[in-house]
């Protein structure tokens, strides 16, 4: 199924703001282009990003680039496709066994393991993430777990839970994949 060119989401409660994503599918995989901008707990934010993903939508690279009252940031990350992983060039080994990108300013990150591991209705899988923070750009590992649920009428629903951030929740998800619901977090809106 084609990916739509674009798609957008408020931010809800953990923070005010908005996020823009421009899709595109090429014959190497695939490639997200965005940028959010938001409030949280009273400190503004912006920060764009590009994300590049190879055909079974697993993490390839990503370049993060921020600005807050911190100043101007930016952080790259290259990954082997089989759990190595680079942060600004250097071998990154508490990522290792990641296979996806998480970005705290992205909703559309959670649709990278949805997509990957093609979950039946009953399975769970873990997929831990190199976790990229809104402010300051530091990356990290988190752990997380998704459980295919009934569908919803015709949208898929997953259990999510990252244990460390004490955060469980029920996303739902477009035909494509592209997170609709992400309770506390962020709504599609186009």
Do not use: K
Not at 92 to 97: E, R, S, T, Y
Not at 122 to 140: F, H, I, Q, S, T
């Amino acid at each position: 199924m084609e990916l739509p060119p674009t798609a957008a989401w408020r931010h809800l409660d953990a923070r005010v703001g908005f996020e823009v994503l421009f899709l595109r599918q090429d014959g190497d995989g695939y490639h997200l282009e965005g940028h959010s901008t938001a409030v949280e707990d009273g400190e503004a934010w912006s920060n764009s990003y590009s994300v590049s993903l190879d055909q079974s939508w697993t993490t390839r690279s990503g370049h993060v680039m921020g600005r807050s009252a911190l100043g101007a940031r930016e952080v790259r990350l290259e990954a082997d496709g089989i759990g190595g992983w680079r942060v600004d060039g250097f071998i990154a080994p508490q990522l290792a066994g990641c296979l996806d990108v998480d970005l705290e300013a992205s909703a559309c990150t959670n649709a990278l393991p949805v997509r990957r591991l093609g979950l039946e209705v009953g399975e769970r899988a873990d997929a831990p993430a190199a976790y990229v923070r809104a402010v300051g750009l530091g990356v990290e590992r988190v752990e997380q777990s998704y459980a295919r649920l009934e569908n919803d009428a015709e949208r898929a629903r997953y259990d999510y839970e990252s244990p460390e951030f004490g955060f469980r929740a029920v996303l739902m998800y477009d035909e494509h994949g592209l997170v609709l619901d992400y309770p506390g977090i962020a709504v599609r809106v186009a």
